[in-house]
């Protein structure tokens, strides 16, 4: 019988020792996929950015149409128990004793709203107002300590001054064109075309008709920038009836 030497192991093909396998740990990434990544993400945000302005603007054009359509349901639900009558105006500033009459008074007992001259931020412009059917959220405007309104009522329906007179909804001629109340860039309840927000909803402003229909009309419909004046001759937007 053979005999290996002494201290030699006798080698097997069926017991052979693997080597021990080595693990590396990942390498850390390096400064330059790291800015490359920052850049990437970069560029994502900056192509969803106007795509998500585009969004809350429409958003925000709703939430405001849904405001001015719940005014025209006010407004028909007054002349129903009015003997067909609109409201009142009101004055156009109105002050702590203005609490008798005036649509911003008819109008919200008619959708069992309070009144406005309870709203906290009417006179406080630190009051955050939150959703609210007085305000349009595309407007940042805020309180001059006196009034906020953003929504304003077309005082040639009415009549204004000396003709200044009870008014009845039937018998207008052309309703569904005829301007009840408007995003408005001024402050006043009341006031006329010159009242109207220039750059509201993708630079244009939202109106309110007589017949209860809400409709956006772009900035040249109501203002022209060279003139720096109001124009009142588009077809669908009748100020005086």
Known sequence: MFHAPAGVRPSSSCHAV???RTHHPRAALTLVELLLGITLLAILAALA????????????????????????????????????????????????????????IALPRQLGLAAYHTMPWRTNPAVNPGPSIWLCPSNTRRSNGRNLFHYC?????NGT?????????????????????F??????AVGDWSYVHTNLH????????????VAR????????????????????LRWIP
Do not use: I, M
Request: aromatic fraction near 8%; glycine fraction near 8%; hydrophobic fraction near 35%.
């Open 18 to 20: 693997k080597p021990a």
């Open 183 to 188: 995003d408005s860039k001024n402050l006043p």
């Open 153 to 157: 009522l077309n005082e040639h329906v």
């Open 202 to 213: 993708a630079r244009g402003a939202q109106f309110l008709f007589l017949d209860g229909h």
């Open 49 to 104: 950015a106007p795509a998500l302005a585009r969004a809350r603007n429409r958003v925000q054009g709703a939430v405001c149409s849904n405001h001015l359509r719940q005014w025209g349901l006010a407004t028909h639900l007054y002349t129903l128990d009015h003997d067909d009558f609109l409201p009142p105006d009101g004055t156009p500033n109105p002050g702590p004793s203005s609490t008798n009459q005036g649509w911003y």
């Open 217 to 236: 009309f772009q900035q040249a419909a109501s203002w022209d920038p060279v003139t720096g004046r109001a124009r009142t001759n588009h077809p669908a």
């Open 161 to 181: 001054g000396e003709n200044d007179r009870p008014v009845r909804l039937t018998p207008l001629q052309e309703p569904a064109s005829l301007v009840w109340l």
